[in-house]
C-alpha cells in the first residue's frame, strides 16, 4: 500500500507561481512511476504530468508544457509539481498518483494508477 500526501495548494494571481508536493510513503520511492492529475469544478480528471520512477523520463499535457516542470528527489520521497506562469483555466484540485507499472506514467490515463492522494486545491485570480 502506498499513502501520497499532498501539500503546497493555494491562491495565487495569474501569471504567478505554486510549487506543490506530494510525499509518498509505504512502498519503496524508486519502484514508483509518479503522476500529476487535476479535477477543474465540473469537468473530469485529466492528465498534467508524469516522472518515471527513474525520474529519467517526463511526460506533459500540452495544456502545461513550458509552464510546469515535473521533478523527484528519492531522498525525500517526495515529487513536485512546479507551476509557472499560471492561467486562469489551470484552477483546479489537483492530485498526485502512482503506480509501479511504467505503463501508467506512459499513457497518462487515470485508470493505470493505483494510488491516489487526497487532492490540493489551486485557485488563480485574474
Known amino acids: 500500500q502506498v499513502q501520497l500526501v499532498e501539500a503546497g495548494g493555494g491562491l495565487v494571481q495569474a501569471g504567478g507561481s505554486l510549487r506543490l508536493s506530494c510525499a509518498a510513503s509505504g512502498r519503496t520511492f524508486s519502484t514508483l512511476n509518479m503522476g500529476w492529475f487535476r479535477q477543474p469544478p465540473g469537468k473530469e480528471r485529466e492528465f498534467v504530468a508524469a516522472?518515471?520512477?527513474?525520474?529519467?523520463?517526463?511526460y506533459y499535457s500540452d495544456s502545461v508544457k513550458g509552464r510546469f516542470t515535473i521533478s523527484s528527489d528519492s531522498a525525500k520521497n517526495t515529487v513536485y509539481l512546479q507551476m509557472n506562469r499560471l492561467k486562469p483555466e489551470d484552477p483546479a484540485v489537483y492530485y498526485c498518483?502512482?503506480?509501479?507499472?511504467?505503463?501508467?506514467?506512459?499513457?497518462?490515463?487515470?485508470?493505470?494508477?493505483?494510488?491516489w492522494g487526497q487532492g490540493t486545491q489551486v485557485t488563480v485570480s485574474s
Open positions: 516522472i518515471t520512477r527513474s525520474g529519467g523520463m517526463t
Open positions: 498518483a502512482a503506480d509501479q507499472s511504467y505503463r501508467a506514467a506512459l499513457t497518462g490515463r487515470t485508470i493505470e494508477y493505483s494510488y
